[in-house]
């Protein structure tokens, strides 16, 4: 089931001395995050308002209406923002929102379960997706089609094609 919420932006470390701060959004389009109005916790108890944003090196720099000293952003640094999920349009054919992955199932191809969708992440050379198996590790792997072929939000499950690095290459034949 979709999530109520969606998380588009999350605060960082304050940026000077009048209240600024790093802001790092999760939107395509890093500026999306003034387009939506005031932007709240995942509890709806505390609301910002960004009242004005640039971009820098992989975030924003923002201020936020009513955080105007260095303390008063060093308080938020690590807070979620969200937004109600209505304001997002639906997800493109092969798009899909972070939280509606998070929690599938991880199958590979003859429905053997892998373990659940931990999370997306994004190192800045592509999607990776986390995979939390019943025991050990958890498992990171490019999010291409390559390597989950079938996302099927409605039943609940990522299809998974683990590369063969992962399944575990034979150590008797390895090139050393």
Not at 143 to 156: K, L, Q
Request: net charge negative.
């Amino acid at each position: 089931m979709p999530a109520d919420k969606i998380c588009v932006a999350r605060i960082g470390a304050p940026h000077g001395v009048r209240g600024a701060v790093k802001l790092w959004p999760f939107t395509a389009d890093p500026l999306a995050v003034l387009d939506y109005g005031p932007l709240s916790t995942k509890d709806g108890k505390r609301s910002f308002e960004v009242e004005t944003a640039r971009e820098a090196k992989g975030h924003l720099v923002a201020t936020l209406q009513g955080v105007v000293s260095r303390e008063d952003a060093e308080r938020l640094n690590g807070v979620e923002l969200y937004i109600d999920r209505a304001q997002l349009p639906p997800p493109e054919e092969g798009e899909y929102y972070h939280a509606d992955l998070i929690g599938l199932a991880a199958v590979d191809a003859a429905g053997a379960p892998i373990g659940k969708v931990l999370a997306i992440h994004n190192f800045g050379a592509g999607d990776i997706i986390e995979i939390a198996p019943p025991s050990g590790p958890t498992l990171l792997l490019p999010f291409t089609n390559a390597v989950v072929p079938t996302v099927d939000i409605a039943s609940g499950r990522v299809v998974i094609e683990l590369p063969a690095e992962i399944e575990g290459d034979d150590p008797a034949q390895a090139d050393i």
